[in-house]
T-cell receptor, first 112, second 114 residues
Framework: DGGITQSPKYLFRKEGQNVTLSCEQNLNHDAMYWYRQDPGQGLRLIYYSQIVNDFQKGDIAEGYSVSREKKESFPLTVTSAQKNPTAFYLC???????????FGQGTRLTVV | GENVEQHPSTLSVQEGDSAVIKCTYSDSASNYFPWYKQELGKRPQLIIDIRSNVGEKKDQRIAVTLNKTAKHFSLHITETQPEDSAVYFCAASSSGGGADGLTFGKGTHLIIQP
């Protein structure tokens, strides 16, 4: 929505491959987040960043990596170390003052 | 860390009736409690939120109540309509502002029967 672009919408990965999911925002929000959603489950936090060149692990960071080289961008790499990567991945942003989180449209990753 | 429990997992109500979804949280430091609505295949969207200095908040047919002593909060939807059918998630933030991310419940699938 309104300034958060996730790409691609669908992604297929072969076992053993690393893949990178893109998240770009033009809302000028300081904080960016990656969540994973599995069927019948809530959203679980993978990584988050409150400032450029700094990021923190969330609850399920193993097998994932991120970078925050620009305020607008927060790409997520799903590495081969992630044993069960098939899921719906959602990027979100928020200001540090108002805690409302805005979500992107999501990327559906499938291992083939 | 924070843990959020949400009940029920599925709720079916007749159109026009009320629906109530309940959540409990574990971290007494949590002070921000949003509710998100997610339609099939789409992103979650915020429908209402409440902060710990408020006991109740209402927005048209939707209301949220918070009991900090008991560490639970609830979503109330009155006069339900077919477009209310979706999955609803509660969440909590223990970082003093949500900047460290949200902890979500597992969701409630709300079905509005015509």
């Amino acid at each position: 929505d309104g300034g958060i672009t996730q790409s691609p919408k669908y992604l297929f990965r072969k076992e053993g491959q690393n893949v990178t999911l893109s998240c770009e925002q033009n809302l000028n929000h300081d904080a960016m987040y990656w969540y994973r959603q599995d069927p019948g489950q809530g959203l679980r936090l993978i990584y988050y960043s409150q400032i450029v060149n700094d990021f923190q692990k969330g609850d399920i960071a193993e097998g994932y990596s991120v970078s925050r080289e620009k305020k607008e961008s927060f790409p997520l790499t799903v590495t081969s170390a992630q044993k069960n990567p098939t899921a719906f991945y959602l990027c979100a942003t928020a200001t540090l003052v108002n805690t409302e989180a805005f979500f992107g449209q999501g990327t559906r990753l499938t291992v083939v | 860390g924070e843990n959020v429990e949400q009940h029920p997992s599925t709720l079916s109500v007749q159109e026009g009736d009320s629906a109530v979804i309940k959540c409990t949280y574990s971290d007494s430091a949590s002070n921000y409690f949003p509710w998100y609505k997610q339609e099939l295949g789409k992103r979650p969207q915020l429908i209402i939120d409440i902060r710990s200095n408020v006991g109740e908040k209402k927005d048209q047919r939707i209301a949220v109540t918070l009991n900090k002593t008991a560490k639970h909060f609830s979503l109330h939807i009155t006069e339900t309509q077919p477009e209310d059918s979706a999955v609803y998630f509660c969440a909590a933030s223990s970082s003093g502002g949500g900047a460290d991310g949200l902890t979500f419940g597992k969701g409630t699938h709300l079905i509005i029967q015509p």
